[in-house]
């Protein structure tokens, strides 16, 4: 298990872009496939993207598609998600989490527990 931080999370008006890290206190996950995960207040955590280990398969949910995506660079240790067109229903606390593949993190199945996520509020 290796403890993971969030960053990047701000303010922004319907349109703009963020991008978010994510980053390993200690240890490396270069060999997980990696997600992407967010919960708006009173919903459900939801599943937003994923990438395999290597960065060659992602996965995106259809809210996101075309407006997110999902990269990672294993010699840094780092994944990010770059967000675009931003829309007030993505506000969230956002989270990454590491998973045995791109399709059990698609179906909410990670690995370890949850960090203390990035929120992003879009404002209208």
């Known amino acids: 298990q290796v403890p993971l931080v969030e960053s990047g999370g701000g303010l922004v008006q319907a349109g703009g872009s963020l991008r978010l890290s994510c980053a390993a206190s200690?240890?490396?996950?270069?060999?997980?496939?990696m997600g992407w995960f967010r919960q708006a207040p009173g919903k459900e955590r939801e599943f937003v993207a994923a990438i395999s280990w290597d960065g060659v398969s992602t996965d995106y949910a259809n809210s996101v598609k075309g407006r997110f995506t999902i990269s990672r660079e294993n010699a840094k240790n780092s994944l990010a998600l770059q967000m675009n067109s931003l829309k007030p229903e993505d506000t969230a606390v956002y989270y990454c989490?590491?998973?045995?593949?791109?399709?059990?993190?698609?179906?909410?199945?990670?690995?370890?527990?949850w960090g203390q996520g990035t929120q992003v509020t879009v404002s209208s």
């Open positions: 989490a590491a998973g045995e593949s791109v399709w059990s993190l698609s179906t909410m199945r990670v690995l370890g527990s």
């Open positions: 200690r240890g490396t996950f270069s060999s997980y496939p």
